[in-house]
């Protein structure tokens, strides 16, 4: 089993931008698909976007044109740059890696607050 460790998250006004990182260490990213998702405060966990092996993006219609998800297999590393934020942004980022016949793995996630 792998392991994943997010970071790159903070306070950033609202307009303003992020980096999100997921580390891989244990299992190679470039395997299965690999997601952000999020979590606020009294809501459930959704998908913010996905990449999948043969490198093809999905975003939820929310982030669509302000998020894009990337990765580096060199760096065994996920991203997830993040412009125009909102408040409505603010959450618990974390990342996923799902392989066919195996658990999948979760980060710990990474604290992302947006001020207005």
């Known amino acids: 089993q792998g392991k994943l460790v997010e970071s790159g998250g903070g306070l950033v006004q609202a307009g303003g931008s992020l980096r999100l990182s997921c580390a891989a260490s244990?299992?190679?990213?470039?395997?299965?698909?690999m997601s952000w998702h999020r979590q606020a405060p009294g809501k459930q966990r959704e998908l913010v976007a996905s990449i999948t092996s043969g490198g093809y993006t999905t975003y939820a219609e929310s982030v669509k044109v302000r998020f894009t998800i990337s990765r580096d297999n060199a760096k065994n590393t996920m991203y997830l740059q993040m412009n125009g934020l909102k408040p409505e942004d603010t959450a618990v980022y974390y990342c996923r890696q799902l392989r066919p016949g195996r658990t999948d793995t979760w980060g710990q996630g990474t604290q992302v607050t947006v001020s207005s």
């Open positions: 244990g299992t190679l990213i470039s395997l299965g698909t």
